[in-house]
T-cell receptor, first 115, second 113 residues
Framework: GAVVSQHPSWVICKSGTSVKIECRSLDFQATTMFWYRQFPKQSLMLMATSNEGSKATYEQGVEKDKFLINHASLTLSTLTVTSAHPEDSSFYIC???????????FGPGTRLTVT | QKEVEQNSGPLSVPEGAIASLNCTYSDRGSQSFFWYRQYSGKSPELIMFIYSNGDKEDGRFTAQLNKASQYVSLLIRDSQPSDSATYLCAVNGLGSSASKIIFGSGTRLSIRP
């Protein structure tokens, strides 16, 4: 089956610094990638939709200047959390979409802790 | 009204019994419906998708869809301790957002030996 990787799998950073998370589709090209955030004991909340070569579309309430998304190729999307704060500590998950409604593959997630 | 609603649980089921998980959705135009399983600290994994009214079976899992009632369910037969997880119901978005998946809050399932 299709594989999506995320790097790093976990990261600890200090408040005020920026962190970049990579999402890669390893064996297929993804027309669209999605970024989700999940707080403990809560469901996945869609943050943004990322299309290769165009600006990301952010969900209501998500600060686009704080969560920078770049989708440079059909296999790579990055999420940069700028000026991170403790409240940004969460589990960030990406998914890659092939174009088939039933084929959306999730990455293993990145756990971010901001101290 | 939330777009996808689930009972948060926890739902406790004895090993070997049938676990029944339910979900309702608000957008009548939704076309595709998904059940994901998520273990603690892991990302979701797709169990089944369904897009036609009726039942769809895959091994011990059966998804049921009733578009008139805007209701989708998941039955797990012969429940095993390894089935203990959070089950997320999800539906696709509409129109230009058809590729989006909108998740419910999840139901925690616990299989007791």
């Amino acid at each position: 089956g299709a594989v999506v990787s995320q790097h790093p799998s976990w990261v600890i950073c200090k408040s005020g610094t920026s962190v970049k998370i990579e999402c890669r589709s390893l064996d297929f090209q993804a027309t669209t990638m999605f970024w989700y955030r999940q707080f403990p004991k809560q469901s996945l909340m869609l943050m943004a939709t990322s299309n290769e070569g165009s600006k990301a579309t952010y969900e209501q309430g998500v600060e686009k200047d704080k969560f920078l998304i770049n989708h440079a190729s059909l296999t790579l999307s990055t999420l940069t959390v700028t000026s991170a704060h403790p409240e940004d500590s969460s589990f960030y998950i990406c998914s890659a979409y092939t174009g088939d409604p039933y084929e959306q593959y999730f990455g293993p997630g990145t756990r971010l802790t901001v101290t | 009204q939330k777009e996808v609603e689930q009972n948060s649980g926890p739902l406790s089921v004895p090993e070997g019994a049938i676990a029944s998980l339910n979900c309702t959705y608000s957008d009548r135009g939704s076309q595709s419906f998904f059940w994901y399983r998520q273990y603690s600290g892991k990302s979701p994994e797709l169990i089944m998708f369904i897009y036609s009214n009726g039942d769809k079976e895959d091994g011990r899992f059966t998804a049921q869809l009733n578009k008139a009632s805007q209701y989708v369910s998941l039955l797990i037969r012969d429940s095993q301790p390894s089935d203990s997880a959070t089950y997320l119901c999800a539906v696709n978005g509409l129109g230009s957002s058809a590729s989006k998946i909108i998740f419910g809050s999840g139901t925690r399932l616990s299989i007791r030996p």
